[in-house]
């Protein structure tokens, strides 16, 4: 049986606290999930969290900004209410570069959660490739410091940042020494089509640094907005759009886990039983069947490439970050983070208008209607 049809054919009941299959995260010694639970969203809470464990799932994501702004409360919570610290690991994250402020949203995260130590602290969205190099040691020395105090076990970054940066902070990341894991914005159609991210990826893996994808299955839309080519290659895989993207990583063996925002019973149930269905990497008939698919995928948000949509635009108009905003407002309901991004953006990348957004259009990989959506961006964020 193939994952789908396994998928389609497991019990719609979370199977009892038994976890899903673990994979080793980078040199780090933890084990994780293949499956990870974002938890950027509205509905976060004790009833989300523990349907997500009981399914299955023991890894969690979490951020100051996400739920807005209480989603570690909430985390701790359910920590405490399940009583299940020792057998999950966290993440949280920090948005800032300057290492001081990092080392104060440690001790925020640790009082708002009301636990001893996080398993792996992010700086959250690095843009800057130069933060891991570290060139005068700060970032070495405060890891060391607060791994001895036992705050943080393991430390990183996540990235959505645009391309070649997002490969630079990659290469970079290897040769860092301190940075132990990182969560990168990516899916198994963007991998395929990028040799310098691919070379990035092979690099961070072989330096053992533990990798995770995110954001592989955003904006990718109901079934109506895909080409009926594209329906007949999903239905002969045996799987809905989102669950492919999750087995397109899950047969990337440099990957220790897709980290999924679930926000509803259903997608757990869905994503929990693609995980558990998984038994092995997709076959090159099946990478056909995916490629096959993945040409009649329209997405409805960015999945972060090398802008050519800014270039083609003729502006410094950040349509990556932008229509990630459109995203966390439309599809996570969070609107308040989303508000407080786009206002830290530079004057210059919320400009659009001298963009020539149908040579936007005609560039973007992903074919987004920038006309249509930065219309939406503007009620949301303006
Ligand atoms: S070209 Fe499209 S996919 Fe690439 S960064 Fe721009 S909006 Fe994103």
């Known amino acids: 049986m193939g994952v789908g049809a396994a998928a389609r054919a497991a019990t719609t009941q979370p199977v009892a606290n038994e976890p899903i299959e673990v ?42 900004l996400y739920c807005g702004f209480k989603a570690e409360t909430l985390f701790g919570d359910w920590i405490r209410q399940r009583g299940c610290r020792a057998d999950i690991i966290i993440t949280t994250k920090a948005r800032t570069t300057d290492p001081a402020a990092f080392e104060a949203r440690v001790d925020d995260a640790l009082k708002k959660m009301r636990v001893d130590t996080i398993d792996l602290f992010f700086l959250h969205g690095l843009e800057d490739p130069a933060v891991p190099l570290d060139a005068d040691g700060q970032w070495r020395t405060m890891k060391d410091r607060l791994v001895r105090e036992k705050k943080v076990r393991f430390m990183g970054f996540s990235t959505h940042a645009e391309m070649p940066r997002r490969i630079a902070c990659l290469t970079n990341a290897a040769r860092s020494g301190w940075v132990d894991a990182l969560m990168m914005a990516c899916d198994p159609v963007l991998i ?48 809905s759009p989102h669950t492919a993207m999750l087995a397109g990583i899950w047969s990337d063996e440099r990957f220790a886990a897709a980290c999924s925002e679930m926000p509803s019973f259903k997608i757990v149930e869905e994503n929990a039983a693609a995980a558990r269905a998984f038994r092995k990497p997709f076959t090159p008939d099946e990478w056909k069947l995916f490629d096959e698919a993945a040409k009649g995928l329209a997405r409805t948000t960015c999945p972060g490439c090398d802008g050519s949509c800014r270039r083609a635009a003729g502006t410094q108009t950040d349509f990556c970050s932008i229509m990630r905003y459109l995203a966390y407002c439309e599809e996570s309901g969070n609107l308040a ?20 957004l149908a040579a936007a259009s005609q560039a973007c990989r992903s074919r987004l209607d920038f006309e249509r959506l930065l219309a939406r961006a503007a009620r949301w964020l303006g």
């Open 23 to 64: 994979r080793p995260l980078g040199r780090t010694g933890l084990k994780v999930t293949r499956l990870a639970a974002g938890g950027s969203f509205p509905e976060y809470g004790r009833r989300i969290l523990e349907f997500t464990y009981r399914s299955g799932v023991r890894y969690f994501d979490n951020g100051d």
């Open 337 to 356: 983070a989303a508000r407080e991004l786009y206002a830290e953006l530079a004057p210059e990348q919320r400009d659009w208008r001298d963009a020539d």
């Open 192 to 239: 395929r089509s990028d040799a310098g991210l691919n070379r990035a990826i092979d690099t961070c893996a072989k330096a053992g640094v533990g990798l995770l994808a995110m954001k592989t299955g955003r904006g990718l839309g109901a079934a109506g907005t895909l080409s009926p080519r594209a329906i007949e290659a999903f239905r002969a895989l045996g799987m």
